[in-house]
T-cell receptor
Framework: GAGVSQSPRYKVAKRGQDVALRCDPI?????LFWYQQALGQGPEFLTY????????KSGLPSDRFFAERPEGSVSTLKIQRTQQEDSAVYLC????????????FGSGTQLSVL | DAKTTQPTSMDCAEGRAANLPCNHS???????VYWYRQIHSQGPQYIIH???NNETNEMASLIITEDRKSSTLILPHATLRDTAVYYC??????????????FGTGTQLKVEL
């Protein structure tokens, strides 16, 4: 498909487990963003990549959160030792090149930590 | 980025125009107004953006007041599929972080028969 693809769609983890969430951006898109969306809230910025470089990680809530995009395309968001407060929808978005270009979002991964 | 204020919720009859207001009284001269919407269980979707002139595309129209302190998103003929949360976002040209978007809580628009 031509859109941003995220997997898995749903993830249930026991507290303390590590999880990895995958994002396949639109082919050729230079910029990639991760957002976290708690129930009833708007999406909150986590981190930003331009190609393989992580240029902003100011939104990552703790050092348990780690993101990478080693070849400048697919990205993985990893959460170590998950906690209940990590339960949320994790959204990935990509953008072509220009900073005024629109963002294309995936449908997200809904993470539930029990 | 300037803060925005939107009503929590609005209702609209199908086939009528939906007018969604947004206040951004602290907007500065180089900041754009963006609108995204989020249908249940989907990611946000871009609708439209503008700087100071009114804009129109196939989805909606954006009316920005002359002083730029507020704007209105207009869906000319709302349908049931337009039921969603609508986010008004103000963003500068060079705000760092890849010009990330800062979402608020938006307006829940419910289109009814």
């Amino acid at each position: 498909g031509a859109g941003v693809s995220q997997s898995p769609r749903y993830k249930v983890a026991k507290r303390g487990q590590d999880v990895a969430l995958r994002c396949d951006p639109i082919s050729g898109h230079v910029s990639l963003f991760w957002y976290q969306q708690a129930l009833g809230q708007g999406p909150e910025f986590l981190t930003y990549f331009q190609n393989e470089a992580q240029l902003d990680k100011s939104g990552l809530p703790s050092d348990r959160f780690f993101a990478e995009r080693p070849e400048g395309s697919v990205s993985t968001l990893k959460i170590q030792r998950t906690q209940q407060e990590d339960s949320a929808v994790y959204l990935c978005a990509s953008r072509k090149r220009g900073t005024n270009e629109k963002l294309f979002f995936g449908s997200g991964t809904q993470l539930s930590v029990l | 980025d300037a803060k925005t204020t939107q009503p929590t919720s609005m209702d609209c009859a199908e086939g009528r125009a939906a007018n969604l207001p947004c206040n951004h009284s602290t907007i500065s001269g180089n900041e754009y107004v963006y609108w995204y919407r989020q249908i249940h269980s989907q990611g946000p979707q871009y609708i439209i953006h503008g700087l100071k002139n009114n804009e129109t595309n196939e989805m909606a129209s954006l009316i920005i007041t002359e002083d730029r302190k507020s704007s209105t998103l207009i869906l000319p003929h709302a349908t049931l599929r337009d039921t969603a949360v609508y986010y008004c976002i103000v963003r500068g040209v060079l705000t760092g972080g890849g010009n990330k978007l800062t979402f608020g809580t938006g307006t829940q628009l419910k289109v009814e028969l």
